[in-house]
């Protein structure tokens, strides 16, 4: 059966290049582990986006697979943990901090550990590289999760408790996915939408693209019944300084 190591990170430099390669290198003997190419994620820095995408992969790629993230937001450096979730049986390692939030609200925490043990000799320098990326190797491997680190409550996963209406993803042409529930709406509603300050007259529209350039659509997205912000041919979010995490309100007008 084939394995998917997958790895999720805000690197698009070299560093995404090192990265794949030391993945590759590591599982070059094992032809049914796959390494896919990376799942490069924007912004940067931002666990809220990072949340969204290990979901987002999660769905994506086949039950049984390892999904890796190469990202740290924080100050104060987080937990390196390795997990499976109850369902699907996905394994996921990286900092805990937030990213594997949705993936096992969804799924479940079946098993947890704290791989600080790898950390004992001070600091290490793109630990994504010599030490996360080894670890998620072993796991697409085989190697049982109890031996790549020392066990921890599973309960323990960082929880984000985002607000209604949070953006959690915006794509290069300025959509916004956000969370929240918009109602009962019929195409051709009109809708007052709010974010940082900014007024915005939206339509409903399930196909925006059928509105003229430049003119603002809410509309049912394609990922997990999150709803969109956009607009038709132009740039939304991008243009007026938009950002994963800003909070968008609306009414009915």
Same mark, same amino acid.
């Given at each position: 059966?084939?394995k998917?190591?997958?790895?999720?990170?805000?690197?698009?430099?070299?560093?995404?290049?090192?990265?794949?390669?030391?993945?590759?290198?590591?599982v070059?003997? $094992?032809?049914?582990?796959?390494? &896919?190419?990376?799942t490069?994620?924007?912004?940067?820095?931002?666990?809220?986006?990072a949340? +969204?995408?290990?979901?987002?992969?999660?769905?994506?790629?086949?039950?049984?697979?390892?999904? $890796?993230?190469? *990202?740290?937001?924080?100050?104060?450096?987080?937990?390196?943990?390795? /997990? =499976?979730?109850?369902? =699907?049986n996905?394994? +996921?390692? /990286?900092?805990? $901090?937030?990213? +594997?939030?949705?993936?096992?609200?969804?799924?479940?925490?079946?098993?947890?550990?704290?791989?600080?043990?790898?950390?004992?000799?001070?600091?290490?320098?793109?630990?994504? #590289?010599?030490v996360?990326?080894?670890?998620?190797?072993?796991?697409?491997?085989?190697? &049982?999760?109890?031996?790549?680190?020392?066990?921890?409550?599973?309960?323990?996963?960082v929880?984000?408790?985002?607000? &209604?209406?949070? %953006?959690?993803?915006?794509?290069? +042409?300025?959509?916004?996915?956000?969370?929240?529930?918009?109602?009962?709406? !019929? &195409?051709?509603? =009109?809708?007052?939408?709010?974010?940082?300050? *900014?007024?915005?007259?939206?339509?409903?529209?399930?196909? $925006?693209?059928?509105?003229?350039?430049?003119?603002?659509?809410?509309f049912?997205?394609? !990922?997990?019944?999150?709803?969109?912000?956009?607009?038709?041919?132009?740039?939304?979010?991008?243009?007026?300084?938009?950002?994963?995490?800003?909070? %968008?309100?609306? #009414? #009915?007008?």
């Open positions: 059966m084939k998917y190591l997958v790895n999720i990170t805000d690197c698009t430099d070299i560093a995404a290049s090192e990265l794949y390669a030391v993945l590759v290198r590591e070059e003997k $094992m032809p049914d582990v796959i390494v &896919p190419p990376i490069p994620i924007s912004p940067e820095f931002s666990v809220i986006n949340n +969204f995408a290990v979901r987002l992969m999660a769905d994506s790629y086949p039950e049984n697979s390892v999904l $890796m993230t190469t *990202i740290n937001a924080e100050k104060t450096r987080p937990m390196n943990v390795v /997990g =499976r979730t109850k369902e =699907r996905i394994i +996921f390692i /990286g900092r805990n $901090m937030g990213s +594997f939030d949705w993936l096992t609200r969804d799924f479940g925490c079946a098993e947890l550990y704290d791989l600080t043990k790898y950390n004992l000799g001070g600091f290490v320098s793109f630990a994504g #590289k010599y996360t990326a080894k670890v998620a190797a072993a796991a697409a491997l085989g190697t &049982p999760l109890s031996e790549l680190g020392e066990a921890i409550d599973p309960n323990g996963i929880r984000l408790n985002l607000k &209604p209406g949070t %953006i959690v993803h915006i794509d290069n +042409f300025g959509m916004m996915k956000f969370t929240g529930d918009i109602g009962v709406a !019929s &195409p051709g509603d =009109r809708y007052e939408v709010v974010v940082n300050g *900014i007024k915005i007259d939206a339509v409903y529209e399930p196909r $925006m693209m059928s509105l003229g350039t430049g003119a603002w659509a809410l049912p997205g394609s !990922s997990f019944g999150l709803f969109e912000l956009g607009q038709a041919r132009d740039l939304g979010a991008r243009k007026l300084g938009i950002r994963v995490g800003d909070v %968008i309100s609306w #009414k #009915k007008i």
